[in-house]
């Protein structure tokens, strides 16, 4: 398991707040899942990604520290 600082895991909140039906509400909240999934698990997943096995990954990742964390 990766560990997040702080301010990670409050990022981690706030974008899972957006994303909790499992669709983020525009790209730039997409981007901002992957980038901080690919800075917490150092990954090399694009940003600009589309494909839903990756996407999934990174929400599952993302809800995980939001949820673990509360």
Known sequence: MA???KQQIAQA???WNACKTGV???N???IQLVELYN????????PTTSCGSCLHTVLDGIRKIALQNE
Do not use: G, N, V, W
Request: aromatic share 4%.
């Open 3 to 5: 560990i997040a600082t």
């Open 13 to 15: 909140k706030l974008l």
């Open 24 to 26: 983020a509400p525009d």
């Open 28 to 30: 730039k909240t997409k």
């Open 39 to 46: 800075q917490i698990h150092q990954t090399r997943y694009r």
